[in-house]
């Protein structure tokens, strides 16, 4: 209220407790009616401070018309400071409007590489092709070597049984190029660790792709996979014929084909 409000009304009922109160305690409770004219009192007085607070709010007007001087009015200071924060309001909901969208593009990029059906799984397919390429890599080495080992023992069968030098020449030169096929062998190891390398680097991603699903839930991340991912192999007409050798999960046997034909 302003400083020119008349004082406020005392209630009836702060009357009656100070008079009970100026009283000794022996006094019997008070009666229903008495009650009941109390909180009818109460009523009015309630109704008579509601039209008084209506009455001060349709003043407001009139004196802020006139020029307000009061502590609530706002001087031109506080409403250029109301309108740079408005504004920068407006900058900061235009920001979080283009956080929203990157996190939306960052869960449509991760549902493409994550999507729902394994074989389609970008990262997984990845991990089981490089896990591919170690073992055939490695079984091929083997081959190679096991082969060379029969070269160099051929080899060293023909110096021991023939007795013409030029033979033995060519014998040695052989064994010479046996060597250098054991040496050159070793290129698998070296292989096999980096691309071990690579799929523990493939691993650590997949980690980190699969707890955003699970910050985010998998259930929206399905959503923005429901159709598969179409790839730039996929999109050229011929490209996707060119899968090359599938792994051995998948590969067709030799059994499979006969059973074509039974």
Not at 108 to 124: C, F, G, H, M
Request: charged share 30%; aromatic share 2%; with cysteine.
């Amino acid at each position: 209220m302003s400083p020119l409000s008349p004082p406020r009304k005392r209630f009836t009922a702060e009357v009656r407790r100070d008079q009970q109160r100026k009283d000794d305690g022996t006094r019997p409770s008070a009666a229903p009616g008495e009650v009941l004219e109390a909180l009818t009192a109460l009523h009015q007085e309630l109704a008579a401070l509601r039209q008084e607070v209506r009455q001060s709010r349709s003043e407001q007007p009139e004196q802020t018309a006139a020029g307000c001087h009061a502590p609530h009015c706002i001087t031109p200071d506080e409403q250029a400071d109301i309108k740079r924060e408005r504004e920068e309001i407006a900058i900061l909901k235009t920001e979080i409007r283009a956080l929203a969208q990157s996190i939306q593009d960052t869960k449509r990029e991760i549902a493409a590489l994550r999507y729902r059906d394994s074989e389609q799984d970008r990262i997984v397919a990845a991990t089981s092709e490089l896990d591919t390429i170690v073992e055939s890599t490695e079984e091929a080495t083997h081959t190679i070597l096991e082969q060379a080992e029969k070269i160099d023992g051929l080899m060293q069968t023909i110096k021991a049984q023939s007795g013409d030098a030029n033979i033995n020449h060519l014998a040695e030169d052989a064994a010479d190029c046996v060597v250098a096929i054991f040496e050159a062998c070793n290129f698998q190891d070296l292989t096999g660790q980096r691309v071990s390398k690579v799929v523990t680097t493939l691993q650590y991603v997949e980690d980190r792709v699969d707890r955003m699903i699970a910050i985010w839930g998998s259930d929206q991340i399905e959503e923005l996979a429901a159709e598969p991912p179409q790839t730039a192999a996929q999109a050229d007409d011929e490209a996707h014929l060119l899968n090359g050798p599938g792994d051995k999960a998948s590969a067709i046997s030799q059994a499979d084909i006969d059973a074509l034909f039974d």
